[in-house]
């Protein structure tokens, strides 16, 4: 706000910007300055906000922006790489290059910005150092960043934006870590517990990564290879969803499939509901892969997911609570919901909606009582979105709630 008030002429603005990004790159080329915490902290604070007072347009204007870029650029990759050093400041680092890859498609400078230079390589890192942090966290107890979903979610939506710069190449690494994962894990009755707990953390990085990706797709103007990309992150975590629910009975991954409904609510918002264009792409893809030709295929995996998790997974509120959300939020468009009525899994909960078959609806404490509201409000307009005058129907699903009754009074 200062900046933008005491540089009010384009010539002072600029002079002010070159002196910032000359301090910057002295404190850079000086790492011993940024050992102090606090001091770094504050340090990626300022980084971020150079975006927010200035446009690329101006950046690039400044003398010696390549040199400041690749320092920055440096800079972030080495703290990506030192988490254990700079967890509470990766937001601010992600924060700087979700906005100068946001602008990429307005910058009118003739002059290079060279982000699809170094965008990669900051996407590339965080997921191989987020890899990596799983070891620490299992073997040396550091904090788990899997834990605060908040958070999580926070950084990995400003990820989604720097990631779809040069696409291609994000898809083609993450691709080829979850199949060298997902070789191993169809193997996994050969590993420790420990080694299955680590591989599956990493999976749940790997498919965070993902629906990062997916979600990224809202923010810039895609082409048809893109979506060619798409369809394939999409395939390859459906055939790991498939194996991994296949051995709930045996054993699951609390993190793992909190990481499914992450990817499935990024796909919800891009590929499913209401306005939402179905580029051909993807859907050829997924139906040659896994035969899904129609978004109503598609549907049927989410509400089974969503059924699977709220069976198996009842003792876990973060899980049931996302999953939840994510139930709500299908159910809130008229023609997906005019869908989600025909689907046998659907039928199923509108009238099988009791602690036998939900156990969460057994719990009685406060805390649960949010988690039911919605779970009804989301029934509710399925159940209304087609009912007219359906007596009949409006009975079946009300027996349920009448037994229930009936036991209380």
């Known amino acids: 706000a200062v900046v933008s008030t005491q540089s009010t002429g384009t010539i002072e603005r600029g002079k002010y910007l070159q002196s910032i990004m000359d301090g910057v790159k002295k404190v850079l080329e000086n790492g011993s300055r940024l050992s102090e915490p606090e001091c770094y902290?504050?340090?990626?604070?300022?980084?971020?906000k150079l975006k927010c007072n200035y446009q690329l347009n101006e950046l690039v204007d400044i003398e010696g922006y390549d040199t400041i870029l690749d320092t920055i650029a440096k800079f972030t990759i080495s703290s990506l790489e030192n988490w254990h050093f700079s967890s509470n400041s990766i937001h601010y680092l992600l924060s700087l290059w979700q906005r100068?890859?946001?602008?990429v498609p307005y910058v009118k400078n003739e002059k290079s910005h060279h982000l699809p230079l170094y965008a990669p390589q900051i996407s590339k890192t965080f997921l191989k150092s987020r890899l990596e942090l799983v070891i620490g966290v299992l073997r040396d107890g550091l904090d788990d960043p899997l834990e605060d979903i908040s958070t999580l979610h926070q950084q990995l939506d400003l990820l989604s934006t720097v990631v779809r710069i040069d696409y291609n190449t994000n898809c083609d690494t993450v691709i080829t870590l979850l199949e060298e994962a997902l070789a191993a894990f169809q193997n996994a009755s050969s590993l420790t517990l420990q080694d299955l707990t680590i591989l599956e953390n990493r999976l749940t990085w790997?498919?965070?990564?993902?629906g990062s990706m997916i979600g990224g797709r809202v923010s810039f103007q895609v082409n048809e290879d893109n979506d060619t990309q798409d369809g394939r992150l999409i395939c390859s975590v459906l055939r790991l969803m498939q194996i991994s629910d296949a051995r709930l009975e045996q054993h699951g991954c609390r993190n793992l499939e909190i990481g499914f409904v992450y990817f499935f609510?990024?796909?919800?918002?891009?590929?499913?509901?209401?306005?939402?264009s179905k580029p051909s792409s993807v859907y050829k893809i997924l139906s040659e892969t896994l035969g899904l030709s129609e978004e109503g295929m598609l549907l049927d995996i989410l509400i089974k997911k969503i059924l699977t998790n709220l069976r198996y997974w009842s003792k876990v509120k973060e899980l049931v609570?996302?999953?939840?959300?994510?139930?709500?939020?299908?159910?809130?468009?008229?023609?997906?919901?005019?869908?989600?009525?025909?689907?046998?899994?659907?039928?199923?909960?509108l009238s099988n909606h009791n602690a036998d078959n939900f156990p969460f609806l057994g719990n009685t404490s406060h805390e649960c009582l949010k988690t039911r509201r919605k779970f009804y409000q989301s029934l509710g307009r399925i159940?209304?979105?087609?009912?007219?005058?359906?007596?009949?129907?409006?009975?079946?699903?009300?027996?349920?709630?009448?037994?229930?009754?009936?036991?209380?009074?």
Do not use: W
């Open 41 to 48: 902290h504050q340090f990626c604070r300022l980084l971020a």
């Open 321 to 349: 609570d996302e999953t939840m959300s994510l139930f709500n939020n299908l159910s809130i468009g008229y023609s997906c919901v005019r869908k989600m009525s025909k689907l046998d899994a659907v039928k199923f909960m």
């Open 265 to 276: 609510d990024r796909f919800r918002q891009i590929y499913i509901g209401e306005q939402v």
């Open 206 to 210: 790997i498919v965070l990564f993902i």
């Open 383 to 409: 159940l209304l979105v087609d009912l007219g005058e359906d007596e009949e129907r409006f009975s079946v699903f009300m027996r349920p709630l009448t037994a229930t009754i009936e036991v209380l009074f």
């Open 100 to 103: 100068l890859c946001t602008a």
